[in-house]
Nanobody
Framework: QVQLVESGGGLVQAGGSLRLSCAASGRTFSSYTMGWFRQAPGKEREFVARIRWSGGSTLYADSVKGRFTISRDNAKNTVYLQMNSLKPEDTAVYYC??????????????????WGQGTQVTVSS
C-alpha cells in the first residue's frame, strides 16, 4: 500500500522560501512519476511540478518555473519541492502525488493514482 506524507508547509512572507517534503513508502518507486499539485480556495487543483523517479527528468508549470525546484532522494524515498521567491498567489494546499508509470506528460491530476493529505502554504504580502 503506497503512502505519501507531506510536510514542510507554513506561513512565510512574500519573497521568502519553503521546502516541502513528501515521504513515500509501500513500493519500489523506481518506475514512478511523482508530482506536486496545489489547490487554492475556490479553485481547481493545479499542476506545479513533476519528476521521474528514475533519471530525474523534471517539468514545471509556467507559473513556478525559475522559482521552484523539484528533486528526489532515492535513499530516503523522499521527493522535495524547494520554493523560492514566494508570492501571495502561491498560497494553497500543496499535495504530493504518485503514479506507477512514466507514460504521458505527467501534468494532469487524473494521471495520478496516489495522493498525500496535503500541507498548507500561506504567503503573506
Amino acid at each position: 500500500q503506497v503512502q505519501l506524507v507531506e510536510s514542510g508547509g507554513g506561513l512565510v512572507q512574500a519573497g521568502g522560501s519553503l521546502r516541502l517534503s513528501c515521504a513515500a513508502s509501500g513500493r519500489t518507486f523506481s518506475s514512478y512519476t511523482m508530482g506536486w499539485f496545489r489547490q487554492a480556495p475556490g479553485k481547481e487543483r493545479e499542476f506545479v511540478a513533476r519528476i521521474r523517479w528514475s533519471g530525474g527528468s523534471t517539468l514545471y508549470a509556467d507559473s513556478v518555473k525559475g522559482r521552484f525546484t523539484i528533486s528526489r532522494d532515492n535513499a530516503k524515498n523522499t521527493v522535495y519541492l524547494q520554493m523560492n521567491s514566494l508570492k501571495p498567489e502561491d498560497t494553497a494546499v500543496y499535495y504530493c502525488a504518485g503514479r506507477p508509470s512514466t507514460v504521458g506528460v505527467g501534468t494532469g491530476k487524473y494521471e495520478y493514482e496516489y495522493w498525500g493529505q496535503g500541507t498548507q502554504v500561506t504567503v503573506s504580502s
